[in-house]
């Protein structure tokens, strides 16, 4: 985590934002990258999920990442 990292979190919709946090309170990881592509969120098995802070439906965006932090809920046990 960097400072960098919640200053660039601020430009992101409150729903995307709030996605994100229950993310990291599932614990998963949160990365993020320069460019059009906000970051990503990462399972640990390998798993992610991009997120896109400037699409037209960021809710559509937030549901995505809610249905990935319900996927890695059922594939935590598997490899
Ligand atoms: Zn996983």
């Not at 990292?5 to 949160?30: D, F, S, T």
Request: charged fraction near 25%; hydrophobic fraction near 30%.
């Amino acid at each position: 985590m960097s400072y960098t990292h919640n200053i660039a979190r601020r430009g992101l919709h409150k729903e995307i934002r709030k996605a994100i946090a229950e993310a990291e309170q599932a614990g998963l990881r949160v990365v993020t990258f320069s460019g059009h592509t906000w970051g990503q969120v990462e399972c640990p098995c390998g798993q992610h999920i991009k997120i896109y802070s400037t699409g037209r439906n960021p809710e559509f965006g937030a549901k995505l990442i809610h249905g990935f932090i319900r996927r890695r809920r059922d594939h935590r046990s598997t490899p």
